[in-house]
């Protein structure tokens, strides 16, 4: 597995970059070592990278030489434009409408796509920093062993769960909140054999909630209109399939993570599920769909009308 390390190594000739280990974040201390690459580098006061070809404390601790065909590959940034088995998966982020730009300027800034491939287990630091704010995360990979990504903070320990992929060259899209502290980390695990690839984008290339959306697997939209309610159907594509919906609103930089709001999930048939929608700009996430799904607001029903949870039937409450 490529570990985080500290010291520095020469980067590989080429467009892409390869990342063996990444020393830790901005800030005091000698854990950080910048060598500046073409474009404009890290800072040693901690100033943010945008320079895709900059260096940040690049070290081994996977050994040297060409990685064969069941070794890990470090992770390395790399140009969609080359081409690859995760080319056409790969689609450039399209350009908001300005109702979607104007939603999405409280939920996260605008950078270009960041895309990283390698094969085999993995820790590593990309070296842009993207603003603060949440942003996408795709990823895919080959093979159909265990696959499983996290965000790391700087010290190397789970700060997101991103879930897994139990599907070869599919892409799952997740959102995450990110700060502009730190450069973002990732831990990826799975066999030295599978490759894979992870892009992040900015949230405001992601289609709109409406009225209505249908889509299949993973999916992240944007709802801008007011409160209401979330109706969540799934036709599974396997035994014992799983719907789960959550919602990710505006929070202020800085301020401790709240936990996503449960819009909606099920379990077994029926396989539909109604969950309250809050008032947009709301980020809705469809975390786990095993098939196709379709997700339809409607307008809130007076208390009156909704009917009684478990307890509430219990003790003959109404209402949820």
């Known amino acids: 597995m490529t570990e985080i390390s500290k010291g520095e190594g020469p980067p590989d000739p080429g467009r892409a970059r390869r990342i063996e280990g990444v020393g830790k974040s901005p800030g005091p201390g000698p854990d950080r070592h910048t060598a500046p690459g073409p474009g404009t580098g890290s800072a040693a006061d901690g100033t943010p990278s945008t320079g895709a070809g900059s260096s940040v404390g690049v070290g081994s601790s996977a050994g040297s030489g060409p990685a064969g065909e069941g070794t890990a590959r470090p992770p390395h940034r790399i140009d969609p434009a080359d081409g690859g088995w995760w080319a056409d998966p790969i689609a450039p982020s399209t350009a908001p409408t300005a109702e979607a730009a104007a939603a999405v300027a409280g939920l996260g800034g605008t950078f270009e796509d960041l895309v990283y491939a390698g094969r085999g287990g993995a820790r590593f630091a990309m070296a842009e920093t993207v603003p603060h704010g949440y942003v996408l995360v795709e990823f895919a990979r080959t093979g159909r062993g265990h696959f499983d990504l996290d965000s790391i903070d700087w010290d190397g320990r789970p700060a997101v769960d991103l879930g897994d992929s139990d599907t070869s060259r599919r892409f799952e899209r997740r959102v995450m909140w990110c700060d502009n502290l730190y450069p973002l980390r990732f831990r990826v695990d799975c066999d030295d054999r599978a490759e894979w690839v992870i892009v992040i984008r ?46 990710h609103g505006p929070r202020r930089p800085g301020a401790p993570a709240p936990s996503p709001a449960p819009l909606g999930t099920t379990y077994g048939p029926p396989l539909r599920a109604t969950g309250r929608l809050p008032e947009g700009p709301l980020l809705v996430e469809v975390r786990e769909a095993d098939g196709d799904w379709s997700l339809e607001v409607r307008e809130p029903r007076p208390r009156e009308e909704r009917r009684p949870g478990f307890w509430g039937r219990l003790f003959g409450r109404r209402g949820y």
């Open 202 to 247: 900015p949230v405001a290339g992601v289609r709109p909630l409406g009225e209505a959306a249908t889509g299949r697997g993973t999916e992240v939209l944007l709802h801008t209109g007011a409160a209401g309610e979330l109706v969540s159907r799934l036709s599974p594509s396997k035994p014992h399939a799983s719907l789960r919906v959550r919602g």
